[in-house]
């Protein structure tokens, strides 16, 4: 018997989102549907929308804001979340989780958020748009790797590497630069607050609670926190993901005696014909064997794995709609700050990022630091560096912060982030595609 008709139906959608270029290929459609949208003659629908004014009231408590805001303050906490699991994960048992491994990705991406931020703040010196200073600092983990991908088995999988713990420790730079320098004032009580969930949290690890429930509750807690604090609320996601426990339950050798011995008790069960709705045996081995694979699992790799695709295939794209839908004549873009906003983000992602982190992984080398990886080249360090221009969803993001009740510089960097993250992923997909694998060549 055959499987399923809904299943034959799905099956070319689920080999599509297992793909690795698959998230940046549904965020493109996205951002040139909002592009479209935005610039054709139902523009104003587009504002209209996510601009629409939503109430959310439980008993005396109540809170206001757009469409806009839910995405933005809301749900891409979620967002944020995903990404302080994959910090943690990295950290404990990834590419930052030795000092020795760790120094080349690190060395790059400080190079990659200090030669942009200064490339733009020396164009913006003294102007209006002089805030945007940390919008070229981003990478797009997802847009990067996505491009990476398309270039298949050509190049080793140092590169990936390279460029996939890279995109970590910037998003490290990006959450402390919205932490410290895109905040408004503290409310103290309410950081006060926030501290006190976060040990709340902590403490639930140390205690051993695994359940997903329960930190998904002091987590809805701990951003209201923030958010009252005064310190963008997104941030939550990364102070809660920090907590969540990475120890599994029970170790390998005993999961796998225990699960034998589950099997082995299933296998004694079975009866040709029976009926598993009937069999009161086959379901308590079936259940044994459920609650072993869950206790194996570290609930942050759970977590990240059940987040992974919802984060990917729906809050990231839907973020591109809301946020990429920018006039591509917008007035106001010729007027000189304007102009230089959106010229300091472009010459930030397309030529601060790929000289900064080129020099500095160099740098790092030439000291003996850190080391390049078998058979990755200068010359595909420099392609990785390249394709780190594409700033894209982090970019918008702190772009959205920076400009807050500026919409014309806004716009501006919007333009200048979406042009350079095109001319930055091209670039690097020519130079990493005419690029040979082989040993890695001299130091520059």
Known sequence: MGPPLIERMLAPFQRFTRTEAASGIVLLVCTVAALA??????????????ETELILAVGPLSAQGTLHDLINDGLMAL????????????????????????????????????????????????RTGSAGWGVPMATDIAFALGVLALLGDRLPAGVRVFLAALAIVDDIGAV?????????????????LAGGLLVLAIAANLAGVR????????????????????????????????TIPARTRIEDQQFLRRTRRALSLFEGAYAAGASALRDPDHQSALQEVERLTEQVQP???????????AVAFGIMPLFALANAGVP?????????????????VMVGLVLGKPVGITLFAWLAVRTGAAALPDGVSWRMIGGAGLLG?????????????????????????????????????????LALRSEPSGPPGPSP
């Open 37 to 50: 949208w935005a610039n054709s003659p139902w523009a104003a629908s587009y504002e209209h929308l996510w």
């Open 176 to 192: 402390l630069v919205i932490a410290i320098f895109y905040s408004s004032g503290i409310a103290w009580g309410s950081l006060a």
């Open 211 to 242: 359940r997903p429930w329960a930190y998904g509750a002091i987590g809805l807690a701990l951003w209201g926190a923030v958010y009252s604090s005064g310190i963008h609320a997104t941030i939550a996601g990364v102070l809660l993901a920090m």
């Open 299 to 309: 609930p942050l790799l759970r977590l990240e794995h059940a987040l992974h695709g």
């Open 79 to 126: 967002f944020f979340f995903l990404v302080g699991l994959e910090i943690k994960r990295e950290m404990l048992a990834g590419e930052l989780a030795s000092v020795r491994m760790a120094a080349l990705p690190i060395a790059g991406a400080l190079g990659g958020m200090l030669v942009p931020a200064l490339l733009y703040a020396s164009l913006n010196a003294g």
């Open 389 to 429: 221009g594409i700033g894209f969803t982090m970019a918008l993001f702190v772009a959205g912060l920076a400009f807050v009740g500026r919409p014309e510089l806004l716009v501006a960097a919007k333009l200048g982030i979406l042009a350079a993250s095109l001319i930055a992923g091209l670039a690097g997909w």
């Open 328 to 344: 591509l004549a917008p007035a106001g873009l010729e007027a000189a700050d304007g102009m230089r906003a959106a010229l300091g």
